[in-house]
């Protein structure tokens, strides 16, 4: 968890995530989000690909929209104005993020109501709790004792 924690941490130093391109076309009017669905749908079609959309992220200001699928981890970029595609790339940190939080257990075995990634999370992050815990008592435990012997030392003297 630490491993895949620190690769999303980097994850655009490291190219993880796709760069969003900027499109200047902005005397031209924007074209619809059904068209930019329909676009990506066509495309990622005939490219033998799930078209089940996950999500469309709209950035008119950048006169781009990303979009996200379902089943397979292709973001696809679409011009906002032309509605033709921009850029097809894999977003390798959904992957990471599904490793990192144990949701690729459930993504592999189609399972909707994500009970592996809630085991998962619920477990490590119960581990995590014990372990902060137990560290805390293993650093105040030693300090108490040291101060006890001090002090019954310093009855015995007295």
């Known amino acids: 968890m630490s491993s895949t924690g620190l690769l999303l941490a980097w994850k655009d130093q490291l190219g993880f995530k796709p760069a969003t391109?900027?499109?200047n076309e902005s005397t031209k009017p924007l074209i619809s989000?059904?068209?930019?669905?329909?676009?990506?749908?066509q495309y990622i079609d005939s490219l033998k690909l799930s078209t089940e959309i996950n999500r469309i992220d709209y950035r008119p200001r950048k006169g781009i929209a990303k979009v996200r699928f379902e089943e397979h981890f292709t973001e696809l970029q679409i011009n906002c104005?032309?509605?033709?595609i921009v850029s097809k790339k894999t977003r390798t940190a959904d992957f990471i993020e599904m490793i990192h939080d144990g949701s690729i257990v459930d993504y592999l075995l189609n399972l909707k109501a994500n009970p592996i990634k809630l085991f998962y999370s619920t477990v490590i992050g119960l581990g995590l709790l014990f372990i902060s815990f137990s560290g805390f008592l293993l650093w105040l435990k030693p300090k108490q004792i040291k101060k006890n012997k001090r002090?019954?030392?310093?009855?015995a003297l007295n």
């Open 21 to 23: 391109t900027k499109i």
């Open 33 to 41: 989000l059904s068209e930019i669905e329909q676009n990506a749908i």
């Open 151 to 155: 002090l019954i030392s310093e009855n």
């Open 81 to 84: 104005y032309t509605g033709k």
